[in-house]
């Protein structure tokens, strides 16, 4: 008798299946949808329990609506489980085509996570189908594009029995349909809001020629039209306001000019990379009174209904203040706090960014070995070293010719061979046709010798240390030594060259970079510096005084940032023991 009458059972469930999912599209809101979608599951699929948890926008499931019991409806909706939480129940248990059934034999681990639940206690199942009060069965919905939208919870069945192939098609089904509905739900929702806006706006123009035409004029950013393709491509059609107060200049003229016309000329390379379609970048545009202000470009294609002429449309947004913040975060995380300076890794990335690891002295080329030959003489290459001196690369050589004129390339581990650049006919390591080398741009740092003034110009690097602070620090307190220490960063920078570096290591050293100098160029510069140091510094109405120790280092090609530093430090502690505590104190 259950089989005959199995084929009426399934034509009144379909029937309210229908019903039920028809009135799925007849809700007025979202909220109204989910609620419609609850309890149709209790009317029309047979659950006296069932439930929606809908994804937010940061990811997790929030119970959105509730359906069977007011009790479990007043505590568990609202309420919000983390989405590795929901992934971790949507692979358990057992797969139902797109169901997925937790039976209460496995569901005992999730009784302590957060999903919200509720449930009542029960005895076992007396025969294999029978439900259980803990077993848990969901239904998950996915947009049209694959996107989780929520997961329907549904519990005791009616009958009391799991649901067979009939009642997870028929709950399969109904899912898919919510599903739908809710996506139906939330994009009517978007066309009402619109709506509304268009109406507030001007009842006379056609809604969507208003809605353009109130979101372009009244966006508060900056918003342009321009043409494209022809001979007038880029040219700025129409501007909003918003853009021409950003940019100090009317409309008028604005129609005059593209972007490429305003934009900064380091930046137009920017500009020329960023695709028409799609296309963003951060770049520069120049206002009226001829300064620059950061924006951030975003471009889309906009066509009219027939297919039309197309034009790009520009969303410009003023980045300035951000721009300025990430300028001030970069400034802080390479200066010194206290004094302004550059600090130490600031002052590593300058001095490294002037060194390559090609040696200071390298093995004489092919011309150079036939100069030689013809000459009589080797080609004498200089020494490099710690601040000492070297011929090699600046200087001419006593015999009529610069060592450096032909110089080999450096041959580090993983860099191509190549030939001596600049010598025809000559080939090179990397035989004929090799590329040039990695060293052909570069212009290799050399130190002039320390014995004698040949010439010779290099990166003098000077390294000074304060004489006498710790006892200014000791006796006044750290406040007093800090201002010492801010003079005395004032008093170098005033007293170096405009592009020139004074750093600060830490505590009292601080490192001067010079280049364009010879060693009788950065003896001077110490001597100026130290007695710019040496005057009384007034700190709270009393005057103190410090020394200064200076020790001269020369960057060199081949050596690294923290040899050239240590080579001037060194130096820099033997020109202090050579003189007496009370000399040093006095300068």
């Given at each position: 008798m259950e089989t005959e009458s199995e084929p009426y059972v399934r034509l009144a469930t379909l029937r309210q299946l229908h019903q039920v999912v028809a009135e799925l599209n007849t809700a007025r809101s979202l909220a109204d949808t989910l609620q419609t979608v609850v309890d149709g599951i209790v009317v029309g699929l047979g659950y006296e329990l069932a439930c929606v948890n809908l994804v937010r926008p940061d990811g997790d499931l929030v119970v959105a609506a509730f359906a069977g019991d007011p009790a479990a409806e007043a505590l568990i909706t609202?309420?919000?489980?983390?989405?590795?939480?929901?992934?971790?129940r949507l692979t358990m248990g057992e797969s139902w085509d797109g169901l997925r059934f937790i039976p209460h034999t496995e569901g005992w681990v999730l009784l302590e996570d957060d999903v919200p639940q509720w449930h009542t206690d029960g005895p076992d199942p007396r025969f294999a189908d029978e439900w259980h009060p803990e077993d848990r069965l969901y239904a998950p919905m996915y947009a049209s594009g694959g996107e989780l939208l929520g997961v329907i919870s549904v519990d005791?069945?009616?009958n009391g029995r799991r649901p067979g192939a009939w009642g997870r098609e028929a709950l399969q089904m109904y899912a898919f349909q919510a599903a739908i509905a809710i996506s139906n739900a939330r994009l009517r929702a978007n066309m009402q809001r619109a709506l509304v806006r268009l109406e507030r706006e001007q009842q006379a123009l056609r809604a969507s020629e208003e809605s353009f035409r109130q979101a372009f004029e009244y966006a508060p950013s900056g918003m342009a039209i321009a043409e494209m393709g022809g001979d007038q491509h880029g040219r700025?059609?129409?501007?909003?306001?918003?853009?021409?107060?950003?940019?100090g200049r009317p409309a008028s003229v604005l129609r005059r000019y593209s972007f490429s016309d305003l934009v900064h000329p380091e930046d137009i390379g920017t500009l020329l990379r960023t695709s028409a379609e799609g296309g963003r970048a951060e770049l520069r545009l120049g206002r009226r009174d001829g300064t620059y202000v950061w924006v951030s470009l975003r471009n889309s294609v906009v066509a009219d209904a027939a297919d039309g002429p197309r034009f790009l449309l520009t969303h410009v947004e003023d980045i300035e203040e951000r721009k300025r913040h990430e300028l001030q975060l970069a400034h802080r995380a390479s200066h010194d706090s206290l004094t302004g300076l550059p600090n130490s890794a600031e002052l590593r990335s300058r001095l490294g960014a002037r060194l390559c690891r090609r040696p200071q002295s390298v093995r004489a080329t092919a011309v150079?070995?036939?100069?030689?030959?013809?000459?009589?003489?080797?080609?004498?290459?200089?020494?490099?070293?710690?601040g000492g001196g070297i011929e090699a690369g600046g200087a001419v050589g006593e015999h009529g010719f610069r060592p450096d004129a032909y110089p080999e390339p450096f041959e580090y581990p993983g860099a191509p061979a190549v030939p001596a650049p600049g010598v025809p006919g000559v080939p090179g390591p990397g035989g004929p046709g090799a590329g040039p080398g990695p060293y052909d741009h570069h212009v290799h740092m050399v130190a002039p010798a320390t014995d004698i003034d040949d010439g010779t110009k290099g990166l003098a690097v000077l390294f000074c240390d304060l004489d006498g602070f710790k006892s200014i620090n000791d006796r006044f307190g750290h406040h007093t030594g800090d201002a010492v220490l801010i003079e005395v960063a004032r008093r170098l920078t005033t007293g170096v060259r405009d592009g020139d570096t004074v750093a600060r290591l830490g505590g009292d050293e601080f490192v001067?970079?010079?280049?364009?100098?010879?060693a009788a160029d950065a003896a001077d510069l110490a001597v100026r510096l130290r007695n710019a140091i040496i005057p009384p510094i007034r700190v709270d109405g009393r005057a103190v005084r410090v020394g200064a120790s200076f020790g001269i280092g020369w960057a060199s090609c081949g050596m690294s940032a923290d040899e050239v530093l240590r080579s001037a430090d060194q130096r820099m502690y033997i020109e202090k023991r050579s003189r007496s505590k009370a000399h040093r104190r006095a300068g």
């Open positions: 609202g309420r919000v489980g983390s989405r590795a939480s929901w992934e971790r005791r069945p009616r700025l059609l129409r501007t909003n306001d918003a853009l021409c107060r950003l940019l150079e070995a036939l100069d030689a030959a013809y000459e009589g003489h080797g080609a004498h290459g200089g020494h490099g070293g710690h001067v970079l010079a280049d364009g100098l010879g």
